[in-house]
């Protein structure tokens, strides 16, 4: 692991090696594995530009699913593993370790590149009150946890995740370590229709997007089925 360095809030994205684990499987069955490679490439640099917009205070990390050595692809941050394990319990490990060191952590995945700072500084924002706060996905998941207590691994590994019941299972474990409050409901691109739907989002600074996310909404528009 990188080292760590301090700073108020960690934003860890969860990220794949392209080449050492499988991409984005669904979108490539109905996509193509070329397109569907692409689009992560791009949502990594998007999410890159975007925790990078968020100023002094953040400290973003790519959480790397592969053991040692690290890619030099994720070098441009600091980088944590997310251990062994299914999701949960690597969910876990990544939000224990980074909360030794912060005073509070958001764990993000790069299936949301349309994310704006906007909703990151709410989630702090709400943290900061002292609660827990979730993102939630279109398919029942969630795109962003935030949170700045500490968690028993259980609280993680009985929820079953890539479900429509995921978002709630892991509400329903966290109740009894706090409150919990949500942010607007976002769209993980995971299938085709995802990907048509980020194509048809309005792209405009005045939706509060970057440069690189209205590049993004527009190179998926110019690839979009009719």
């Known amino acids: ?17 392209p080449g050492r684990s ?57 980088t944590v593993l997310q251990g062994e394990g299914e999701l949960g319990q690597r969910l876990h490990h990544v939000y224990a370790t980074l909360l030794k060191h912060h005073r509070a952590v958001v764990l993000l995945g790069a299936d949301a590149p349309q994310i704006t700072s906007h909703l990151l500084r709410e989630a702090i924002a709400r943290v900061r009150r002292g609660t827990f706060v979730l993102g939630p996905a279109r398919d029942g998941g969630f795109y962003l946890f935030a ?35 949500t942010l607007d409901e976002l769209r993980d691109v995971d299938e085709a229709l995802d990907f048509q739907a980020l194509a048809d989002l309005e792209a405009s600074e005045d939706s509060g997007y970057l440069s690189c996310q209205i590049d993004m909404i527009s190179w998926c528009h110019s690839l979009r089925k009719p």
Not at 1 to 17: E, N, Q, R
Request: aromatic share 12%; glycine share 4%.
């Open 22 to 78: 499988p991409i984005k499987t669904r979108l490539a069955r109905e996509l193509g594995t070329p397109l569907a490679l692409d689009f992560y490439n791009r949502a990594c640099e998007v999410m890159r530009e975007v925790l990078e917009s968020m100023g002094p205070g953040w400290k973003p990390y790519w959480a790397v699913a592969e053991a040692e050595p690290i890619d030099h692809r994720w070098h441009s941050w600091s």
């Open 147 to 181: 949170g700045a207590t500490p968690l028993p691994a259980s609280v993680w590994t009985q929820v079953q995740y890539s479900q429509a019941t995921t978002r709630e299972e892991l509400a329903a474990q966290l109740r009894p370590w706090g409150t919990i409050e």
């Open 1 to 17: 692991m990188s080292h760590l360095t301090h700073a108020d809030f960690a934003a860890a994205v969860f990220v794949k090696t």
